[in-house]
């Protein structure tokens, strides 16, 4: 009996992830791998950076996860002129008349477990200094006093990658990475609709789906994840990897394998498959042109759904593509245009097929998903096509 409970808490805990990315994502258009990365260092217990141009919803993505788990929360928008004393507390001055030097960190990032600095590259040299160790080794030192802090995840969000070598260091500690690619045409509406629920209140302030508690007994599980399915094609990719110009410093080489644990208990696995191994697409590029790449790289490289996703996406271009030309035909009938029509109307019947094929292919939701929308496109396309013929 005591097991059966066990093995439902289990799976209760286990259901965490996917529902936090659900929430997560809810109030968002075309924001579901944002979502996901967010997710990913939350179990991993890394640390993660969004990084797009202004207006992509970085900031409101980190705001809502930090909504979504019930823990202590601390944000900050950083500038160059922030100082240390903003993010890590004032100093004691009762204390200091003592010759104590004593920092009161209440509230501040010293006390809390998911911290949110917005345009982290912004900051000043203190600042980037004491964030070194307490990224890295959980410690803030100010000089003074070394205090062992509770952080657990850090997020920033920034326009564009440091290139100051300075900051690569700081850089380099943020595991996960993900560059938020402006929305495209198709998903304008969409967004219209969306942004406005937000604007009048819609959305409001969701309810935590886990406890901090609970992030704990998820980490522990990812400890447990039984690797050995993957670990040699993961030091394939690292060669693939550098044979083609990227390079991973051994220290987020050495945290791959945490990333990918993570992301087989994201999909309610205990073990890992090939496919978890596209978190690699967050932890190998380092700038804007690495994502595309490494990207590229992964869909040649795994059996993922990924590869059906970057070809529905080139179909989807196509078909619309083809819904302009056609629009711009003359509205004469002539021999020459029926004749186009019924070979155009012929090829998109191959791609739906095609499209179709894709999805019992790869038997995965999100193929599923994106195709459906594609084949409605193709519809449309066809329909009209057959209207002018008819
Ligand atoms: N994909 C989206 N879905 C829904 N709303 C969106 C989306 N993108 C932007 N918005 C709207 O735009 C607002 C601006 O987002 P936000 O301030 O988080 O952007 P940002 O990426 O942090 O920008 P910056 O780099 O300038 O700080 C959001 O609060 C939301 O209302
Ligand atoms: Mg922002």
Redesign the pocket.
Known sequence: MKSLVSNRGMQKILEMPSLFVKELER?????YEEAKLIALALLTREHAI?I??????????IRRAAQLVGARFFSYLMTKFTEPSELFGPLDINALKEGRYVRITKGKLPEADIVFL??IFKASSAILNALLSILNERVFFDGYTEIVVPLWSLFS?T?EVPEDPELEALYDRILLRQY?RP?SDN?WKD?LE??WA??IGKVGVPQPVMTLEELKRLYDLVLQVDLSPIKSKLLKLFAVLESKGIHLTDRRKAKCLKAVAAHAILNGRLKAVEEDLIVIKNIAPHDIEEFEKVSIILSEELKTPYKYLRELEEIKASVREIENYIASFPRIDSRFIVYRLTEIYRDLETTRERVLAMVSESSNEQVEREATDVIALIDRVMGRIRERLS
């Open positions: 109030p968002f258009v075309g924001r969004l797009g141009e202004p207006g992509t919803a970085k900031s409101a993505m917005d345009e969000a326009n938020v929305l998903m967004l969306a942004a937000i604007e």
